[in-house]
């Protein structure tokens, strides 16, 4: 799985970063993937970082 941000969405709270981190970090009040692939043991709270996302700017596929 892979994560990806909508960059122009990201209003840069943090909150993913502060869900996973081995995942997201916010540079320059932008979140980024800080990983290409997402490990099966994040996957399930990758999923909770982007359902909690107020932008819905975390697109997982
Ligand atoms: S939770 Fe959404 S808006 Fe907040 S930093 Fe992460 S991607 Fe950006």
Redesign the pocket.
């Known amino acids: 799985m892979l994560a990806v941000?909508e960059e122009k969405?990201?209003?840069?709270?943090?909150?993913?970063?502060n869900v996973v981190p081995d995942l997201?970090e916010?540079k320059d009040k932008?979140?980024i993937v800080i990983i290409d692939m997402i490990p099966s043991e994040l996957e399930e709270i990758a999923q909770e970082?982007k359902d909690?996302?107020?932008?819905e700017?975390?697109m997982i596929s």
Do not use: R
Request: proline share 5%.
């Open positions: 941000i969405k990201c209003v840069g709270c943090g909150l993913c970063a997201f916010v932008k979140a970082a909690s996302c107020p932008v700017a975390i």
